[in-house]
């Protein structure tokens, strides 16, 4: 594998080079982004949900703070705040809102750092190809027209073939780059609309899921 890296380096030239840095550089970060997402626990709800399942059902309790409080990630802090401000400011919805989306929009910024280096190898490798194989191209003409009539196809085939590499080499680490990112994206797309979603039942949703389940409760009696 080492040799065939090797040789792709010698015949793409410069260019070549470049966009294998950029490649190691993009798989480095998507690495550690797996591990700064596993940390932040993006994707996994089950705390939180069960902290708002013990709001609703159990009333406001620092209880169901509790159980979320202190955990890192976008939507155990954000959820966090919205407790905690509904437990000891219940006649400040709104300025505990504004503070919901403030924290909720720093932490989702920390998730996503490191993501732009990602998404520019993945718009820039393509070019940088490209580039290659224009400058291939020229290298290969110019060869023509030093030959003369004395022209060799088997030559200037070989020269378009080795320009057409870096557009090859571009578009092989674009292309997982585009798709990486875009994974990442939709995970933290997931993670914002959670978190407006039980954010909301903490501010608004607590009055009405105990009257639904004072109303199940009702039915259960009527029934039995």
């Known amino acids: 594998m080492l040799d065939y890296v090797l040789s792709l380096n010698e015949k793409g030239g410069p260019v070549v080079t470049i966009l294998l840095v950029l490649s190691v550089a993009a798989l480095a970060m ?14 996994r709800h089950d705390a939180a949900r069960d902290a708002l399942t013990l709001w609703q059902t159990g009333g406001p309790s620092p209880a169901a703070l509790a159980k979320i409080d202190g955990r890192p990630g976008p ?3 954000a959820l966090a705040h919205a407790m905690r401000g509904m437990l000891y400011h219940p006649e400040k919805g709104k300025l505990v809102r504004e503070d919901i989306d403030a924290v ?3 932490e989702i910024a920390a998730a996503r ?8 190898v993945a718009q820039v490798a393509p070019l940088l190809g490209l580039f290659g194989t224009v400058i291939g191209m020229i290298d290969a003409f110019q060869a023509l027209q030093a030959a003369g009539a004395m022209v060799d196809p088997s030559v200037l085939a070989g020269g378009i073939w080795v320009a057409l590499l870096t557009t090859a080499v571009g578009l092989a680490i674009a292309i997982p780059c585009s798709l990486i990112a875009t994974w990442f994206d939709a995970r933290i797309e997931r993670e914002i609309e959670t978190i407006e979603e039980m954010a909301t039942a903490i501010l608004t949703g607590s009055l009405t899921a105990t009257g639904g389940a004072a109303e199940r409760r009702s039915e259960r009696i009527a029934a039995g």
Do not use: D, M, S
């Open 113 to 120: 750092r490191g993501l732009r280096l990602i998404e520019t």
């Open 104 to 106: 909720a929009g720093r």
């Open 75 to 77: 939507l155990p802090v």
């Open 30 to 43: 998507a690495l550690y982004k797996l591990w700064h997402f596993h940390r932040l626990g993006i994707g």
